[in-house]
């Protein structure tokens, strides 16, 4: 599961050289890298170093995207992180991992190893958590919840990302914001409000296994360009 073969895009060359001075040779040279960080993760793997492997494999991953490999090569890519996290015992943020590519051959078969382990995890039993989405990048967006003093007061943190076309480059755009919330039922509201740089709010709905964010002003946030809080996101702890 660990190989994967060097493809290069060459939309994506012209897209990288137009909007930064990256020469083609250095988009083929990176490009070309993504087999050795393949390989550099399965030896890691192979030795039961889980953390090493990760992050030689979250390279294959953001590589993989960005030089457009194409489904089969990134869900080897997803396959790949997700393996380590089955072999820490991390269920569900394997699984998170699966699911982006979930009828991918290899995603099908790694998601039946688990199946029986996630069904053996405890439903949780309070909205506290961490939830994920993914941005792209090998990076997710992520929400925690924090009990607070009360019942239904929680501390909400979000770290958010936008990966645009040189992203792999020079790095996503950013997002973050921590504000208390109450819930009632799942449900509330988060009021992101930093002097005349944030001012927006942000309807949380919670199940055991999900979190779902709708912000009615994104640009409001405070956030870097194209860095919102929206949509569903996986419980993963």
């Given at each position: 599961?660990?190989a994967v073969r060097a493809g290069i895009c060459a939309l ?47 390279e294959q991953v953001i590589w993989s995207e960005s030089c ?170």
């Amino acid at each position: 599961m660990f190989a994967v073969r060097a493809g290069i895009c060459a939309l994506v060359m012209l897209s990288f050289a137009a909007q930064a001075e990256i020469s083609d040779q250095e988009v083929k040279e990176a490009c070309a890298k993504v087999p050795e960080h393949a390989r550099n993760g399965e030896q890691a793997y192979k030795a039961k170093n889980y953390a090493k492997a990760y992050d030689a494999f979250a390279e294959q991953v953001i590589w993989s995207e960005s030089c457009d490999l194409g489904d089969s090569a990134i869900a080897t890519a997803y396959n790949n992180v997700a393996l380590t996290y089955i072999r820490q015992k991390e269920y569900r943020k394997a699984q998170a991992w699966l699911m982006l590519k979930p009828h991918d051959p290899k995603s099908v078969y790694n998601l039946s190893l688990i199946k029986d382990k996630l069904a053996a995890l405890p439903t949780p039993t309070s909205p506290a958590g961490e939830y994920w989405q993914y941005a792209g990048g090998s990076a997710w967006n992520t929400l925690t919840l924090k009990a607070g003093k009360s019942a239904d007061e929680y501390q909400a943190d979000y770290m958010g990302y936008y990966f645009g076309i040189m992203g792999a480059w020079m790095g996503p755009n950013t997002g973050e914001f921590s504000a208390p919330v109450r819930l009632k039922q799942g449900k509330g509201m988060i009021a992101v409000r930093d002097g005349n740089i944030a001012h927006c709010d942000i309807a949380l709905t919670v199940t055991p296994d999900t979190a779902e964010l709708k912000t009615d002003e994104p640009q409001e946030c405070g956030f870097g360009h194209n860095v919102d809080a929206n949509g569903e996101f996986v419980r993963v702890d």
